[in-house]
């Protein structure tokens, strides 16, 4: 029996817990599982013997069979495959010693330089004086270790130009240079190591803290958003019933007064019928008498029709004006401006409360405010003005890039989101990163960034740009100032009828420029932005007076 087929070729022994890979090889278990367990990190599975690739690791399941006949082969006497017909693969180190095919080594010198199989390796076991070199693991880049210069294994370390050296270095290149031994300074450098490996450890082990703190905080977080919507929606759902309950009352009022009233309007046209009835029958006796010949039947017939008396029903008819309801309408329409007034504020507060997860990475550097306007003009945004927010002095045009006071003009229809007593208008887009724009204007003009929750309504310094801390605004007339949270600032700058704006939004960084054939810096603005913000315009002047995006 050819004892070849029963060895593996990673421990040279017969099989033990023999196991067959895919490919057809068989191997010991805990070698196999051993090799594998290196390749882990690769991601990859190989056999040692023919180089296969797996790319998932196969499942080992001991053979039964092949080790009764590893058994019975033990019996017989016979041995293990000896090292040197463990052939070299295309990626093994090969012994240096070995003639015709070669085999795989298993250690190399770094005294000899050589690399050795099992067989011609032994003497290093054996002899004495070769018991004292140092052996490693089969390595193909041992000349690495032979001095250039000198031909020399290099067995000093030069500290003073950290590089390996041999000992004829010392007496030339390196002469007066701190030397060491190539050991010594390994020790040294394995403190070295050892302490960074420390290091990194403790940060992995931080990291892993910080990682697990992380996914506590996903999970909360998702909890709380989870009972946060399902609350909300509890909410909206019981407003939204008792809002369908108002809206019932509402039309079951109106329709009670609506047939109050038709059926006292029908009983008084009834009425006026039956009168008219009355009338008509009346005017068809006097005429009857009126036109009888005889005097005498005459004057006899006339004292018998009754005087025509008054009528009480004319004067209790009121006729009212169409719009009988609009009592109704006007109080529902009040109660939905103030509900969305609410709802507004209670979105904006919301909003502004819910707190930041702190990530542990560091913010990225700001972008450097350029220095010239075909640098600002790299970060240029088209900006378009949203029709839904432009007061009902304000007439936009040219696609939307331009407002003008038209104090005459035909009211916009109702939206939540249009300012109401102030002319002031927003833009659609929302802007952060890096932005620049430009605006050509004309009359007294507020060039504003604002927050999309700047109040619409009410009180003044609620919604009008600079009166808030939602806005900021340079005013642009025949001089400029600039206002945020109510606190002006008065701005010296040349009059020009461009103003440039650059915004960084994440560094917080906000200004204002007077562009000609220089840009003059007016004002800036440093501070920390916590919505996205929009563009807009403030028209105080008369009609005519307008802005536009460049």
Request: some cysteine.
């Amino acid at each position: 029996m050819d004892s070849l087929k029963f060895s593996c070729s990673i421990c040279l022994d017969l099989l033990k817990d023999p196991v067959t890979i895919p490919c057809g090889h068989n191997y010991c278990m805990n070698c196999i599982k051993t090799c594998w367990d290196e390749e882990d990190h690769r991601g990859v599975h190989s056999c040692p013997l023919c180089r296969e690739t797996f790319m998932t690791r196969p499942v080992l399941v001991r053979k039964s069979m092949l080790a009764e006949l590893v058994e019975d082969l033990k019996k017989t006497g016979l041995q293990a495959a000896p090292a040197d017909l463990c052939y070299a693969g295309p990626e093994d180190v090969t012994c240096d010693f070995c003639t015709g095919r070669k085999v795989k080594a298993v250690k190399s010198c770094l005294v000899c330089l050589v690399s050795y199989c099992e067989k011609h390796l032994q003497p290093h076991y054996d002899v004495a004086q070769l018991k004292k070199h140092q052996l490693v693991d089969p390595s193909k880049n041992l000349q690495e270790n032979i001095c250039s210069l000198h031909d020399e294994v290099m067995k000093i370390f030069c500290r003073t130009d950290q590089q390996s050296i041999c000992y004829l270095c010392t007496m030339d290149e390196h002469k007066g240079h701190e030397t060491v031994s190539a050991a010594a300074e390994r020790c040294e450098k394995q403190k070295e190591l050892e302490e960074s490996r420390q290091q990194i450890q403790q940060r992995i082990q931080d990291r892993e803290k910080d990682v697990e703190l992380l996914q506590q905080e996903v999970k909360d977080i998702n909890v709380s958003a989870d009972k946060a919507v399902e609350d909300s929606e509890k909410s909206f759902n019981e407003v939204i019933r008792l809002l369908q309950k108002r809206s019932s009352d509402v039309k079951q009022q109106v329709r009670s007064q609506q047939e109050h009233e038709v059926s006292r309007v029908k009983d008084l046209q009834e009425k006026l019928r039956q009168e008219i009835t009355d009338l008509k029958r009346r005017d068809t006796e006097l005429e009857q008498l009126s036109d009888t010949e005889n005097h005498n039947q005459f004057l006899h017939n006339y004292p018998s029709p009754s005087p025509l008396s008054g009528s009480t029903l004319s004067s209790s008819i009121q006729i009212r004006p169409l719009r009988y309801f609009e009592d109704v309408t006007a109080a529902v329409s009040e109660t939905r401006e103030k509900l969305q007034d609410l709802l507004r504020e209670t979105w904006t507060n919301m909003s502004l409360s819910v707190a930041e997860v702190d990530v542990l990475l560091s913010e990225p550097e700001p972008e450097p405010e350029p220095k010239t306007r075909d640098g600002f003009l790299k970060y240029s945004r088209k900006i378009t003005l949203d029709q839904n927010t432009a007061n009902n002095f304000l007439v936009l045009s040219h696609g939307e890039r331009k407002v003008t006071v038209q104090r005459g003009n035909k009211q916009h229809p109702r939206h939540p989101d249009r300012f109401i007593h102030i002319s002031q208008v927003l833009g659609k887009n929302p802007l952060t990163g890096c932005c620049y724009w430009e605006v050509e204007r004309s009359g007294h003009v507020g060039v504003a960034v604002a927050y999309e929750t700047i109040g619409r309504s009410g009180d003044f310094n609620a919604h009008v740009f600079g009166y808030n801390d939602k806005s900021w605004v340079l005013h642009c007339n025949n001089n400029f100032s600039f206002r945020h949270d109510n606190i002006a600032t008065s701005v010296s700058g040349p009059a020009s009828s461009r103003v440039g704006v650059y915004l960084d939004h994440g560094a917080g960084l906000l200004s204002f420029y007077s562009v000609s054939e220089t840009m003059t810096l007016l004002h800036r603005v440093q501070t920390s932005f916590t919505q996205p913000l929009y563009a807009g315009f403030f028209l105080g002047g008369p009609d005519g007076d307008c802005a536009e995006f460049c």
